[in-house]
């Protein structure tokens, strides 16, 4: 049953992404998708660490600074091929999640929170300060575009294509893990470490792994990112970003796979629309966090859900009368 | 009774937190195939026994031998793999899974498979879940939850939610099960079913039971053997007519239960 | 490394740690009557620093009145803030909360930034300019007032927690919400209470730094995380240690910028913070816990 109501989900997905660039011409929105689709890629890894195994990362972004910064740095200064660049940058992110992690997972709740955002402080500074190797908080600059065996993805929408892909790819694992037993140990873990314990489940490994994965989606993001700008400033991958992608998992809904997807797109261009209000941006950014998360403690998945639910019983109700 | 049979044996075991002393050189042993109650006032020592020996917390002295194996010092979960389950006095059913969900937890690994294989959905994946759901849906049905396999497991009432754990805990075909106060909160009849599952799982699974339990009708009912303990010490131990009839011991429930 | 500049930096170190010693013990108060950080603690040191700018400027009716009203709207905003978007969602998901203190975080800074706008500004020092010299070091007299303000606070609100009914009533909630509600300590009244004291002590916090460091519409963020990381140091739900792990995160910070390097300055703190939290996770003053199975 699960089954099946995730192959439809999956096939809708597939069929929405594949279609929006024919209903969404203008070239803005396009660039507006494929930042949504990047940022969908990390959150749905946090969104395994969060909602799933209930661990919780305020230093995330981090991980999409080391991979974005590793390969422009391999490729632009050194002349690496773009996808050795991205891949030796997924290889550092996931080892330093592996390092960083042996210590912090054995943290539990707010412990754990502060120990990954000092990690992600000390990165962002780190980025800012060492100006002869990042170019310090002006940025770094001339990064060239993705390519693979001679082809460039040159042309937005090629670039959508990929970054698309990319997020099926990173969905389709989650959603397998999700329902298998490694799925299982992580909400398991989730709920008692102990009772986790007492089945046999090695809870340290489980949770360090998905803390490796999830920096593995978080780096994949980060050197699409890198190599779509073709600029990278330390202020994208600070504390406001790694909180951004907390409240997008919490916002779209912790419990499922899609919540990261829908928070990330929702989070990436609503800004994008409230530009037009000009100085009032931020206020009303703040205020509609507020509000959905006091009327939608589900996320918007969970919102939607009920809301559909909601509706139906009201009809259901009428035609009782 | 000899002890070479035990299949768990703690011996001399002491806990201290602080300045409290919880258990001061407990001695006990579970004989296999056998359903072993450990029972005493408040405040005994029992659930700080049951955390030993699964691991939960470190003893301050003593040792842990499961299956003529020293555990004493190895990681709760190994001591799961090696065939030891507990459940917990205050529940503790996974929330954010169906019934169905809990119980294939308990068969992590037994129905072992890689990471990769689940990513790439092979044949050993779907062959690997296939049987796992089918050890799950019959341990749902040897505890009489079948019907209820696909609600959310927080959705099941509180005395189901018990037999859930049990379900759960017997799905990785463990050799010894170790029982928390598993009647706590249940009323006369389903504690008698429970008493009927217990005795099931010792029959007809050959699974061993150590069973921590207020419930003196249900203890006596089904233990073959049984160890009391007061004060963090071991104060008797001998089949249920021994115990019924042991001085000390109904002193100590006289003296502290209301 | 000479008497003078070491006690220089220890100097500086206390008059910033005296700031991050007040927000940490802002997020603790919040913390032990509702379990949830509130990230808005920030704000309101921002708050109290920008308004009694404004105030000063605007009224001018000098300094002092200024403060006072500062300090006196901050806390207002605590209370707004605690019952139009906290009391609502009593109950809820504590993460659910926290992610509603982040959008009160960015609203204020939202409101601050559109009316106060992005520039820089200076308050002046309370009394007195000219420089103290001891042992080869200066002293301004505001670190002096700064170090004096903060332990009247804390003075101050260890005689509200000891020897008061709202300040027992408080730390009986902060221990056992359920018993304090049942001998009828009116829970929501202490929530609300909890906001305005943090709110006030934040606000405090941020007037008497302003003088030294400066403020904006958006010092909040970086004192919010310091804040949090000083409770998280002095074991998080213990008042005094957190105000305690603020003044060791600003002597600390201090003497690194200054005998190692200052870009990495804001490094140091959180570097420190993660060593003790990887061999001393309960904090420095915190009690390990025992877990109940």
Redesign the interface.
């Known amino acids: 049953?699960e089954g099946r109501k995730g192959v439809i989900s999956l096939a809708v997905f597939i069929l929405a992404a594949a279609g929006f660039p024919w209903i969404l011409t203008n070239e803005y929105y396009i660039s507006i998708l494929i930042l949504s689709g990047i940022t969908a890629i990390g959150v749905v890894g946090l969104n395994l660490l969060l909602g799933?195994a209930g661990q919780?990362s305020l230093g995330h972004a981090a991980f999409f600074g080391i991979s974005a910064y590793t390969s422009a740095i391999l490729t632009t200064n050194y002349g690496f091929p773009v996808l050795a660049g991205v891949i030796i940058g997924i290889i550092l992110s996931a080892l330093v999640a592996f390092l960083i992690g042996i210590?912090?997972l054995?943290?539990?709740a707010?412990?754990l929170?502060?120990?990954t955002?000092?990690?992600g402080?000390?990165v962002y500074?780190?980025l800012n300060?060492t100006i002869t190797l990042t170019g310090g908080p002006s940025g770094f600059v001339g990064i060239p575009r993705f390519n693979v065996l001679g082809y460039e993805f040159y042309s937005d929408l090629a670039y959508y294509y990929l970054v698309a892909g990319a997020l099926t790819l990173v969905i389709i694992?989650s959603l397998?893990?999700i329902?298998?037993?490694?799925?299982?140990?992580l909400?398991?873990i989730?709920?008692?470490e102990?009772?986790?314990?007492?089945?046999?489940?090695?809870?340290f490994r489980f949770k360090l792994?998905v803390f490796v994965l999830s920096a593995v989606f978080a780096a994949m993001a980060g050197g699409l990112y890198a190599h779509y700008l073709s600029f990278v400033a330390p202020s994208s991958f600070g504390?406001?970003a790694s909180?951004q992608l907390?409240?997008m998992a919490?916002?779209g809904g912790m419990?499922s796979v899609w919540g990261g997807v829908i928070g990330a797109l929702f989070l990436t261009s609503m800004p994008e629309f409230l530009r037009m209000y000009e100085?009032?941006?931020?206020?009303?950014?703040?205020?509609?966090?507020?509000l959905c998360?006091?009327f939608m403690?589900q996320g918007l998945v969970g919102g939607l859900s009920r809301l559909s639910g909601y509706i139906a019983d009201k009809l259901f109700k009428r035609r009782l009368k | 009774m000899s002890k070479n049979t035990a299949l768990l044996k703690c011996s001399d075991i002491y806990v201290r937190f602080g300045g409290v002393m919880a258990l001061s050189g407990v001695t006990f042993f579970a004989e296999k195939g056998a359903i072993t109650a450990l029972i005493g006032p408040n405040g005994a020592g029992k659930t700080t026994l049951l955390n030993v020996i699964t691991g939960m917390i470190p003893q301050s002295e003593g040792s842990i031998e499961f299956k003529s194996r020293d555990l004493s010092n190895v990681a709760a979960h190994i001591r799961s793999q090696e065939g030891m389950v507990r459940t917990f006095q205050n529940l503790e059913v996974f929330s954010h899974m169906s019934v169905l969900e809990n119980v294939m937890t308990g068969a992590h690994n037994r129905y072992n498979y890689s990471v990769l294989d689940s990513i790439f959905k092979t044949p050993r994946y779907f062959a690997r879940e296939t049987e796992c759901r089918d050890a799950a849906l019959e341990k749902l049905n040897f505890v009489g939850l079948e019907k209820e396999w696909s609600l959310p497991a927080l959705d099941l009432p509180y005395g189901k939610q018990r037999l859930l754990e049990l379900a759960r805990s017997i799905c990785g075909e463990p050799e010894l099960i170790l029982l928390d106060e598993p009647a706590a909160g249940l009323n006369s009849r389903e504690t008698k079913n429970l008493g009927e599952v217990i005795s099931a799982i010792r029959q007809d699974l050959g699974i061993t039971v150590v069973l921590v339990e207020h419930d003196m009708e249900l203890v006596m009912s089904i233990s073959d053997e049984i160890t009391v303990l007061n004060f963090g010490q071991v104060i008797a131990k001998g089949t249920p007519r021994d115990i019924q009839n042991n001085q000390e011991v109904v002193e100590a429930y006289l003296g502290s239960e209301d | 490394m000479d008497l003078g500049s070491a006690l220089q930096y220890l100097i500086s170190g206390l008059t910033v740690g005296s700031t991050y010693g007040l927000t940490a013990l802002g997020f603790t108060i919040i913390f032990n009557a509702t379990r949830v950080i509130n990230f808005a603690q920030g704000e309101f040191v921002m708050l109290g620093g920008m308004l009694a700018v404004f105030f000063a400027g605007f009224f001018n009716f000098g300094l002092f009145p200024a403060i006072v009203l500062a300090v006196a709207c901050t806390t207002l905003v605590g209370v707004c803030m605690e019952r139009v978007a906290i009391r609502p969602v009593q109950g809820a998901n504590v993460i659910n909360i926290i992610i509603i203190t982040i959008g009160v975080s960015i609203f204020i800074r939202g409101v601050v930034m559109i009316f106060l706008g992005k520039d820089t500004f200076a308050l002046p020092p309370f009394f007195g300019t000219e420089a103290l010299y001891f042992l080869g070091a200066t002293i301004i007299p505001q670190s002096i007032w700064i170090l004096l303000i903060t332990m009247l606070v804390l003075l101050g609100l260890r005689t509200f927690f000891n020897n008061t009914i709202f300040g027992k009533a408080m730390l009986a909630c902060s221990f056992e919400q359920k018993a304090a509600h049942l001998v009828g300590i009116s829970v929501d009244r202490m929530v609300m209470l909890s906001f305005a004291i943090s709110a006030m002590v934040g606000s405090i916090g941020g007037v008497i730094l302003a003088p030294v460091t400066l403020t904006s519409y958006d010092v909040g963020i970086m004192l919010g995380l310091k804040g949090f990381a000083s409770c998280i140091l002095g074991g998080l739900g213990n008042p005094f240690g957190a105000a305690a792990g603020g003044l060791i995160i600003g002597v600390l910070e201090s003497f690194g910028a200054g005998y190692v390097s200052s870009a990495f300055k804001d490094a140091f703190a959180f570097i420190i913070l993660l060593v003790i939290l990887f061999f001393k996770p309960s904090g420095i003053f915190g009690r390990a816990d025992i877990e109940r199975v």
Do not use: C, D, Q
């Not at chain 1, 329902?179 to 140990?185: F, I, K, L, P, V």
């Not at chain 1, 100085?279 to 507020?290: D, K, Q």
């Open positions: 049953m799933f919780i210590p912090a054995k943290l539990k707010l412990s929170a502060m120990a955002l000092g990690f402080l000390i500074i780190f300060e694992i397998n893990l329902n298998s037993r490694t799925g299982r140990a909400k398991a989730h709920s008692s102990n009772a986790a314990r007492v089945m046999g489940i090695n809870v792994f504390f406001h909180l907390i409240v919490i916002l419990s100085e009032l941006e931020t206020i009303l950014y703040g205020l509609i966090l507020i998360m006091m403690p």
